[in-house]
């Protein structure tokens, strides 16, 4: 039950209670008030009839008493009048009204008889003198009386209770409007922000309690959203951390297997590729063979490829540093890719803009660039523009295991391929992670250009649409000097 509908029950059954209680108190004080005229009346009306009746028994007259008797009860039809006998022989009154009428001379008795309800007023009357034993019975039954008391205290106790139930029905409906209702809207949003649902509160426009409550709980939901917030973005911070450190502990492990075993391959298939190539070169080879020495001779070179690839993941950090004007690596990357590029119906346009050294290693940011543009060559098989454009940017933040700089140098290198499925975008940074068929691609490309970009303090950062292309931007430091 609702507390504003408890309280008035409490209110109108303490009301009521208190009502009855009157109304008890009064019915009596009305009855014995009531009884009190009505007896007062009759001995007034007893003393009046005295001398008449008492000279009429002198006369030894008993039907002029009578009659005296009979003309008083016309005129009092609601009491009734006669002679009583006191006597001996208790003729007429009650035995204890006898009694207490003995030796009391002319003074008169009333007794109410209360066997029957609501009771008979008697008052007797002793004639004295010369018939001590004989008195003036004057009875009136106090239904008529009690009936108009019970009427008038039931009007009044009913006026009571509708005056006091007007405004105990417009207190509750008031206490709803100003109190159940918005306590009952505080109550639903605070389950729904116990079931995990922070949306903001509707406002409210009140200065009480309940407009204290209401800025309350808002505040608590702003906190709370604050807090999600935050801890949604450390969780996201924590497992990017988390990503990168798995890749980078990956890129490790397969770098010191890969080391060992590249290096144990490296001798081998130099001596491979050479020997194929002197058979490929003899004279006396024939036609037939020479065409497989060099197959061999190929197959050698990539695999060789394959192992310097390798070796170049496990390669020792800031190997060499040097200052590197990278608008002239990315023209020279470009003129050197350009020839294939353009067989397959790519054209590269390469936009330096304002010069920027990077401290490095040369050869390496050039490998970086070159598989860079390889792959966005090999995403555009129906030819396409591939963009390289240089631009200076101010400090950002790195990756979380990547030292800050105070300005970088952002080489763009935008596609118009196939584009990286969203799923795939967080696996093609892993060493041996390709889509390309067997023999065509090695899923190296990208894991070496991530170590170098990390060699150079800088990372790579993708954008790609599925069907629309790629862009993949390294950020590398600019040179101290020059950035001074
Ligand atoms: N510009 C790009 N557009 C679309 N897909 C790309 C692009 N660059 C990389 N990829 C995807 O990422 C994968 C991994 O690239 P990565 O360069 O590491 O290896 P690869 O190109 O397959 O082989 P390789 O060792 O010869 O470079 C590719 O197989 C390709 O699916
Ligand atoms: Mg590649």
Excluded at 129 to 146: H, Q, R, V
Excluded at 162 to 179: D, E
Excluded at 358 to 374: E, I, M, P
Aim: with cysteine; charged share 25%; glycine share 10%.
């Amino acid at each position: 039950m609702r507390v504003a509908l408890k309280l008035m029950v409490v209110f109108l059954g303490l009301l009521v209670t208190v009502l009855a209680l009157e109304g008890w108190l009064r019915l009596r004080r009305e009855r014995e008030v009531v009884e009190r005229d009505i007896a007062h009346e009759q001995r007034l009306l007893g003393r009046a009839l005295r001398p008449s009746v008492r000279a009429a028994l002198r006369d030894d007259d008993l039907v002029a008493a009578q009659e005296v008797l009979h003309v008083a009860q016309e005129g009092e039809a609601e009491v009734g009048i006669r002679l009583v006998d006191l006597g001996p022989t208790g003729l007429g009154a009650p035995p204890s009204v006898a009694l207490g009428l003995t030796g009391r001379g002319e003074r008169e008795v009333t007794y109410v008889d209360r066997s029957s309800s609501p009771g008979i007023v008697y008052t007797y009357v002793p004639l004295g003198g010369d018939a001590p034993a004989t008195a003036i019975e004057l009875a009136e039954s106090l239904e008529k009386a009690e009936t108009r008391i019970r009427h008038g205290t039931m009007g009044l106790l009913w006026t009571t209770l509708a005056v006091a139930f007007g405004p105990a029905s417009l207190a509750v409906l008031v206490g709803n409007w100003l109190v159940g209702r918005p306590v009952r809207q505080l109550v639903a949003h605070t389950e729904q922000i116990a079931a995990g649902s922070l949306d903001v509160l509707p406002r409210l426009h009140r200065r009480d309690e309940i407009g204290l409550l209401h800025s309350a709980i808002a505040k608590m939901v702003d906190r709370l959203r604050e807090a999600r917030a935050e801890t949604e973005r450390e969780t996201e911070a924590r497992l990017e951390a988390e990503r990168r450190l798995r890749h980078g502990e990956r890129l490790a492990a397969v770098g010191t297997l890969a080391a060992g075993v590249a290096h144990e391959l490296g001798t081998p298939l130099q001596v491979v590729g050479g020997r194929a190539r002197m058979i490929e070169e003899a004279k006396e080879t024939p036609d037939g063979l020479r065409r497989h020495a060099r197959i061999v001779r190929t197959e050698a070179k990539r695999m060789e490829r394959i192992v310097r690839s390798l070796l170049s993941l496990s390669r020792p950090r800031h190997s060499v540093r040097r200052p590197v004007a990278m608008g002239t690596v990315v023209t020279e990357v470009v003129e050197h890719l350009s020839p294939n590029a353009e067989k397959a119906g790519v054209v590269i346009e390469a936009e330096v803009g304002e010069a920027a050294t990077v401290l490095g290693d040369r050869d390496h940011l050039a490998q970086l660039l070159t598989n860079l543009v390889q792959n966005g060559v090999q995403a555009m098989p129906a030819g396409g523009r591939l963009q390289v454009s240089l631009s200076r940017c101010g400090a950002l933040e790195p990756p979380p295991d990547v030292p800050p700089h105070e300005r970088y140098l952002r080489i763009d290198v935008r596609d118009q391929g196939v584009g990286i499925p969203p799923e795939l975008q967080d696996e093609i940074f892993d060493p041996f992670f390709t889509t390309k068929d067997v023999g065509q691609g090695t899923g190296l490309g990208l894991s070496v250009a991530f170590v170098i970009a990390r060699e150079h303090e800088g990372w790579i950062a993708l954008e790609s649409s599925p069907g629309e292309g790629t862009t993949l931007s390294v950020l590398v430091p600019v040179a101290p000097e020059e950035a001074a």
